[in-house]
């Protein structure tokens, strides 16, 4: 009986001990935690005075108001973290000092996690920091270091600034943040008003990089104005939301700006874009100005739910990471004065941004039009009354090559095709790259190799897409359990699907790839792609989404991504073509065809119009194809919108469709049947082939919007198009212009 | 054979109670989103599958093409917009911040704001009014704080006011708090006043206090209405004091169509997260005509903000020119878009969330209609956004209005191209299908109402399709069914006659005997041991086989196959299960009480009696083929007779292996029932504490393997 207890001991020992090793972050990659915070001391802080001069630039200090002031010295003017105008003290009729708004004279802000609220707080560094006595600078290569020491909090947060010869640089050094390990740094948003113009000023606008682009009405609402932020790259998908939100279109390009008059301000993240969301402050009376400036996470979080009474009410809390995100969150500030200081100027800046950091070359877009062809969709089916998934044949393979036929009869020019859901699974989330073949219930070897065959005969270039982000299933050397992404906990990242339109949480649970098997995944996709003979294959989501990691080094708060994705599509496209989906501006960049470009924003309340600067910067350097027309609600808006900078119209097509299919939660499918819309696509097409065929090699040099609605666009090449999205005909230049039509010319 | 019938019954227990299920998501890549719109439209299929609605993305039939945002255009600080009333040429808005009226032209710019208001020579404040309404060149508020309604002229000057009416129709506790009013094309004017329950307030064109008009009524159900009995029975004062009453909900909104139906918006009514019966037409006499008090008009599924179910809120109507209605889920920010017979057209705008977009709402708390554009304000932007229809959502509306006026012949070309464009449209096939059936292209319009689950188009089409088959192969039919008749009668006279006998199998021939001679059947079973448990078990899987594809494959007008929510399982327990519980138990209860009969005699017996049903599902499955609805009152006369006789051959087999008489074979078969719930609970207990143990281990295994 003793001999029994004490097994029985041991046993129950072991099998606690077991359960409890699993309580540990075994898979954890090595973090680095913000320092212990201990007071400031042994600066050697710099008066007031120059800090650091080049051919462009002064960079002064100026330590009465601890801020860090930039002047331009082919204008004379002044930027800093305050407003110019608003720098200097000001009196009122009474001599009385009219004070700024905290938060216009605050350089950075720093967000840190408050145990008390188990919520996110904002602190200012003029009301936490500057009123303290709390602000240090020191001089550094190139600029200086500014300590913002936040007294009270225990806080303190390094930022350097900088100054290149076209630009200037605001960089958090984030191994240097301290705070006392309670009220932890979560984030930190700096210089908020660099990028700010005075409410109600005339010529002058805010531009904000959501979807195509857009520019900000500044004109003054109320004491609070409205505010508003949105992830750079997307949520990161590691995070789970549960909450439904209306559809916003995402900011692909990290970048914003605002012109005021003669000059301008691009501002460009050069580091920690990822971590970063875009915000907002547009119409406060109490500010005065309006403002885009980034903000930075730091720390990657989960979302936990917790019951009401625990938190001040039912709510999803934020459960940070030990570890911080240690890339330096970086922003280059490029200064535009003249002609260049518009909106136009900005791209024109970051496309050479992008073409100096990527060694980009020009190329030409000979595609008339582009079309992505679903395969196949899981729906539920029965054998007597038995029920099992079975794979619903959207469009087989000899389907996709009679449409292609179909169309390639019509259609004026080149067509470029990707291949969706193909795979076992069809669109649906099954094994990483859909198993990386294509299913035999969509056609054997032989039609595959007739279509592929088919398309190089007939100069179709034909991708074929695999997802390589969500998985359900192991299979082709990816296993569920192990190749998965962890959470800032140590879980995998297991995400549910759910349906917005029936608000249900869907029963598939999907698992992310983990990061550091991606290349792994693209090699495989490489391989499968050239033994099919494809002319590329296209990496879907991966090239749309950001996700962490925590079981990988740098890849906690989406850290790196879009480095690593840049990097794995350069060493792919070496041998092979890439195409994006939707893509963010790194998978751009590097891809040979970008399907699916925003051509609108998301409609914001303090949007004013939608501009294409998504399309400017990237025209004459990737051959680009719009969103799906057939799924739009506007259709002839977005021809408009494609031809106003070239860019190649595109469709979703199947061939078959059926009843079965109406409750299936991929929205577009409804719109896609290839039998109904044949002849809408030719047509499309055709309207703008001269449009593409002129434009076919050339960039964007100007884009208006003039007051009566028309947008001009100007090629490199001298040829102009001229949209009138407006339902009245507008007479411009001599030429007509038809309501919701565009016209085009040459001037030589 | 057994292990064969074992293995199948086991493999099909297995599969049919996976519980499979196919999604797709945002982030796969089946996911598009070219929407220029920050919502995704939606129409609600009514019968498809067993749901009375099932949501499905439908291309966009209205986009915000404009928001005005009021406080901007003019200098308020305090503005609040809350209601919104339109006549042919501008836009009225209430301000019950600044106690103004803004008034809009066609192109929504601001052409006057009214203000500074006096009657009387006093001046006059209607801040916190909750409505207006607009009918020839009168605007009418509905001054909620200060308890009247104002009628004004455009110019803002006040020439009447309507307080409390004095008569005794009006109970002595009645709180006047108008929120709503309207105006009909003769002048009456009915408002609705806040909390009221009696019904609008109706007022003559000489403002002569009429009565209430068109209350809604309390919901009552037999468990209510035995609630009732009960309380009045054991009720006391204390009781009574501390009961709650069981009131009609107040109208929340009140709109007046061009034929002068009233139609009322009753809002939230109650803590149920899913509503019914929001909307109701009232005619003159203030009937609901709808009669739609169990429909829900909103969503079937509701949403969660912070984790919180938001419970729908249908508290805004508006109706246009054609009878289209477009009721406003002021909790979700939606627009839910019916044409005059309630079919749902589509869904959009607004969705929870921050509402920062052109089309989502923070506040909405008006609708209104002008021309085609849907208006809605919200009264924390203080903005108007504009809601213009696409050339799709034109194109559908103009396919519809013709469909419910039943010109089905200038419908169908726009049926046709809507159906091309949006696959998902259920009022396309469904108006496609009427059209076919007035050109006479009978096969086309059961295929379209096929599509557009139309079991009473199906059935119309269906019926002139047989009736031309029938006629076209009248001769073959004639003589295949005198053929058949002429082989019943004569092939077993002839059979006799030679002495033929054509199923030699003793056991196979009792089984089948027992429809016709059951006592003598039963008898060779308990008697001569001439029953047979694989018969009995092929009988019994083929019940369940038959019964399965009656449900799967029968005829579409009869049959309505819930592909989201089947499972063979259930038909398996129903069936199979049935058996073997009902055997069980009453083997168990007779063993104690004196019945002779061996369980595997209760099994072959109980089995042989499911050969009428077995009948009637095999005749179901083909007939429901052959006819429509309309005569599918025999069919029901028919399954129940065979089910009765089923019944009746269990009498006489249960009295007959156990030796009973009637008396004791019905209490027996009382207690035999007992035995089967306890044996069920049991059951059910059992899987429910191994369900918390497969739980657990569950849990652990999913946690070892996340670290």
């Known amino acids: 009986m003793k001999n029994l207890l004490k097994i029985s001991i041991s046993i129950m020992l072991c099998v606690s001990l077991c359960l409890l090793s699993g309580c540990s972050n075994n898979q954890k990659a090595s973090v680095i935690n913000t320092g212990k915070y201990k007071e400031i001391s042994g600066i050697d802080c710099i008066d007031s005075g120059i800090a650091y001069e080049n051919d462009r630039f002064i960079l002064k200090w100026d330590d009465n108001k601890k801020l860090v002031i930039i002047e331009d010295k082919l204008t004379g003017k002044l930027y800093s973290s305050t407003p110019s105008d608003a720098i200097e003290t000001k009196f009122d009729a009474d001599g009385m000092m009219i004070k700024n708004n905290p938060q216009v004279d605050s350089p950075i802000f720093v967000y840190y996690y408050s145990p008390k609220t188990l919520t996110v707080v904002e602190s200012l560094s003029y009301v936490d920091a500057y009123t303290d006595g709390g602000i240090y600078a020191e001089k550094i290569k190139n600029g200086i270091r500014v300590t913002y020491d936040f007294l009270g909090l225990e806080i303190s947060v390094p930022v350097e600034y900088t100054v290149d010869d076209d630009s200037f640089n605001a960089t958090v050094i984030a191994k240097d943040i301290k705070d006392n390990g309670k009220k932890y740094v979560t984030g930190v948003a700096i210089s908020p008003f660099i990028c700010s113009v005075k409410n109600d000023a005339e010529n002058s606008y805010l531009f904000y990089p959501d979807g195509s682009g857009t520019l900000l009405d500044t004109s003054s609402v109320n004491l609070v104005g409205k505010h508003g932020e949105m992830h750079i790259y997307g949520n990161d998908a590691t995070v789970q939301s549960y909450e439904m939100q209306s559809y916003k279109k995402q900011i692909n390009m990290p970048v914003f700006g605002c012109k005021n008059n003669d000059t301008a301000v691009l501002g460009v993240i050069t580091s920690g874009a990822e971590q970063a969301s875009m915000c907002w402050s547009v119409g406060s009376t109490s500010l005065k100005y309006s403002a885009v400036y980034p903000k930075f996470l730091l720390r990657g979080y989960n979302l936990v739910h917790a019951p009401s009474g625990f938190a001040a009410a039912e709510a999803d809390v934020q459960t940070f990471d030990d570890a911080i995100q240690v890339n330096n969150p970086s922003v280059k500030y490029f200064v535009l004065n003249g002609e260049d200081a518009d909106y136009c100027g900005m791209a024109k800046t970051y496309q050479k941004y992008l073409v100096n950091k990527n060694k980009l070359k020009k190329t030409s877009n000979d595609t008339s039009l582009s079309i992505k062809i679903m395969g196949g969709v899981q729906t539920k089916a029965f054998s007597f009354g038995v029920p099992y998934t079975k794979l619903f044949k959207l469009s087989t393979v000899n389907e996709t090559k009679d449409m292609l036929s179909t169309l390639k009869k019509g259609v004026k020019g080149k067509i470029t095709a990707n291949l969706i859901g193909f795979g076992k699974s069809g669109v649906n989330i099954g094994e990483v790259g859909g198993g990386y073949k294509i299913s035999g219930s969509f056609g054997n070897k032989k039609s595959v190799s007739e279509l592929i065959n088919y398309s190089k005969n007939n100069n179709i270039n034909l991708f074929y897409n695999f997802d390589m982000l969500a998985y359900k299933e192991s299979g082709s050397g990816f296993s569920l359990s192990k190749d998965s992404a962890t959470q800032p906990n140590g879980q995998s990242a297991h995400n549910v699907t759910k349906d917005n339109v029936t608000r249900k949480e869907g029963t598939t649970i999907y698992r992310l790839l983990s990061r550091k098997l991606l290349g792994s995944a693209f090699d495989k996709a490489k391989k499968s792609s050239k033994d099919y003979g494809f002319s590329g294959f296209s990496i879907g989501s991966l090239s749309n989404v950001i996700y962490s990691d925590y079981g990988v080094n740098g890849a906690n708060v989406c850290g790196n991504m879009p480095k690593q994705i840049s990097d794995l599509i350069k060493k792919q496209r070496k041998t092979g073509k890439i195409m994006t989906v939707a893509g963010n501006d790194y998978a751009v960049a590097m891809s040979n065809f970008a399907q699916g470009i925003p051509l609108n924003s998301s409609n914001l309340d303090v949007s004013k119009t939608d501009i294409p600067f998504f399309s400017m910067v990237f025209k004459g350097y990737v051959p680009m194809s719009s969103e799906d027309i057939n799924a739009s609600s506007n259709k002839d808006l977005m021809i408009l919108r494609c031809a106003e900078c070239g860019i190649t119209p595109q469709y979703l097509i199947v061939k078959n469709m059926d009843n079965t299919l109406v409750s299936s939660d991929i929205p577009g499918l409804y719109g896609a049947s290839f039998d109904g819309m044949k002849n809408e696509i030719t047509d499309s097409s055709n309207k703008l082939s001269k449009v593409i065929k002129n434009t076919a090699k050339a960039t964007v040099l100007s884009h208006k919007v003039l007051d009566n609605g028309l947008h001009i666009t100007k090629f490199s090449n001298n040829f102009f198009v001229v949209t009138n999205e407006t339902d009245c005909d507008i007479e411009y230049s001599g030429r007509m212009i038809k309501a919701k039509d565009f016209s085009y010319w040459s001037e030589k | 054979m057994k292990r064969i019938i074992i293995c199948f019954l086991s493999i099909t227990l297995l599969l049919s109670s996976l519980s499979l299920s196919v999604s797709a998501n945002e982030i796969g890549d089946g996911n598009t989103n070219s929407n220029e719109v920050p919502y995704r439209s939606y129409s609600y299929w009514v019968d498809y599958n067993t749901n009375e609605k099932t949501a499905v993305y439908s291309k966009p039939m209205y986009e915000a093409v404009k928001t005005v945002?009021?406080?901007?255009?003019?200098?308020?600080?305090?503005?609040?917009?809350?209601?919104?009333?339109?006549?042919?040429?501008?836009?009225?808005?209430?301000?019950?911040?600044?106690?103004?009226?803004?008034?809009?032209?066609?192109?929504?710019?601001?052409?006057?704001?009214?203000?500074?208001?006096?009657?009387?020579?006093?001046?006059?404040?209607?801040?916190?009014?909750?409505?207006?309404?607009?009918?020839?060149?009168?605007?009418?508020?509905?001054?909620?704080?200060?308890?009247?309604?104002?009628?004004?002229?455009?110019?803002?000057?006040?020439?009447n006011q309507l307080l409390l009416p004095k008569s005794n129709l009006i109970p002595t506790n009645f709180v006047y708090k108008p929120v709503k009013v309207a105006v009909d094309s003769k002048g009456y004017t009915y408002i609705v006043s806040d909390g009221s329950y009696y019904g609008a307030i109706l007022y003559s064109p000489e403002y002569e206090f009429l009565g209430f008009f068109g209350a809604n009524k309390v919901k009552t159900t037999a468990v209510g209405a035995i609630k009732n009995l009960w309380k009045k029975l054991t009720s006391n004062d204390t009781k009574r004091a501390a009961d709650e009453l069981s009131l009609p909900y107040t109208f929340t909104d009140i709109v007046i169509d061009n034929r002068d139906f009233v139609f009322t918006a009753t809002g939230k009514s109650g803590k149920d997260l899913i509503q019914q019966g929001q909307i109701s037409k009232i005619n003159p006499g203030g009937m609901d005509i709808l009669n739609k008090s169990d429909k829900n008009f909103a969503d079937v599924n509701v949403g969660t903000l912070n984790r919180v179910a938001q419970i729908q809120d249908l508290s805004c109507i508006t109706v246009d020119k054609d009878g289209f209605i477009y009721a406003l889920d002021t909790t979700y920010g939606r627009i839910f878009w019916y044409d005059g017979e309630c079919n749902n057209i589509s869904v959009f705008a607004g969705s929870l969330g921050d509402g920062n977009q052109k089309g989502t709402f923070s506040l909405p708390s008006g609708i209104a209609v002008f021309g085609t554009d849907v208006l809605v304000v919200d009264a924390q932007k203080n903005s108007l956004t504009v809601f213009g229809m696409t050339k799709f959502g034109a194109s559908v509306r103009k396919a519809d209005k013709l469909t419910v006026n039943g010109d089905y012949k200038k419908s169908f070309p726009l049926w046709k191209s809507i159906s091309r464009l949006d696959g998902n449209c259920q009022l396309a096939y469904r108006g496609l299908a009427k059209a076919y059936l007035e050109k006479e292209d009978y096969s086309s319009a059961m295929k379209y109402a096929k599509y557009g689950v139309d079991r009473e188009t199906y059935a119309e089409a269906f019926k002139v399709v047989r009736e031309q088959k029938l006629e076209k192969n009248f001769a073959l039919i004639f003589i295949g069914v005198i053929l058949i008749v002429a082989l019943i009668v004569l092939v077993p006279l002839y059979l006799r006659k030679k002495q033929i006998v054509l199923i030699k199998n003793q056991k196979i021939k009792v089984a089948l005997g027992g429809i016709a001679h059951p006592v003598e059947s039963f008898r060779l079973v308990k008697e001569k041991g001439q029953g047979s448990?694989?018969?009995?078990?092929?009988?019994?899987?083929?019940?369940?086989?038959?019964?399965?594809?009656?449900?799967?494959?029968?005829?579409?007008?009869?049959?309505?196959?819930?592909?989201?929510?089947?499972?063979?399982?259930?038909?398996?327990?129903?069936?199979?299960?049935?058996?073997?519980?009902?055997?069980?138990?009453?083997?168990?209860?007779?063993?104690?009480?004196?019945?002779?009969g061996k369980i595997k005699e209760i099994f072959i017996i109980t089995c042989y009696c499911t050969i009428p049903i077995l009948i009637s599902t095999v005749g179901y499955l083909a007939l429901s083929h052959i006819l429509v609805p309309d005569e599918g009152a025999f069919l029901s006369v028919f399954q129940t007779v065979c089910i009765l006789y089923s019944a009746f051959m269990l009498i006489i087999g249960m009295m007959r292996i156990h030796d009973y008489e009637f008396g004791k074979f019905v209490w027996t078969t009382l207690l035999t029932v007992v035995v089967m719930i306890i044996i069920v609970f049991l059951i059910f207990l059992v899987f429910l504490l191994s369900q918390q143990v497969f739980g657990w281990i569950e849990t652990i295994y999913i946690e070892t393997i996340y670290r």
């Open chain 2, 69 to 159: 945002e009021i406080s901007k255009k003019y200098d308020i600080t305090n503005s609040k917009i809350v209601d919104i009333s339109t006549n042919d040429d501008y836009v009225f808005l209430l301000d019950a911040g600044a106690s103004k009226i803004v008034i809009l032209n066609k192109n929504y710019e601001i052409v006057s704001v009214l203000e500074n208001f006096s009657y009387n020579g006093s001046p006059v404040d209607f801040a916190g009014a909750r409505g207006i309404f607009v009918r020839d060149n009168t605007i009418y508020v509905a001054d909620t704080e200060h308890r009247r309604v104002l009628l004004m002229d455009t110019k803002g000057v006040i020439g």
């Open chain 2, 533 to 596: 448990v694989i018969i009995a078990a092929v009988l019994l899987v083929l019940l369940y086989v038959f019964t399965v594809l009656k449900d799967t494959v029968g005829g579409f007008a009869f049959t309505v196959f819930d592909t989201n929510n089947y499972n063979s399982f259930f038909v398996l327990l129903s069936t199979i299960g049935l058996v073997l519980l009902w055997t069980v138990s009453n083997w168990l209860v007779c063993t104690l009480f004196g019945g002779i």
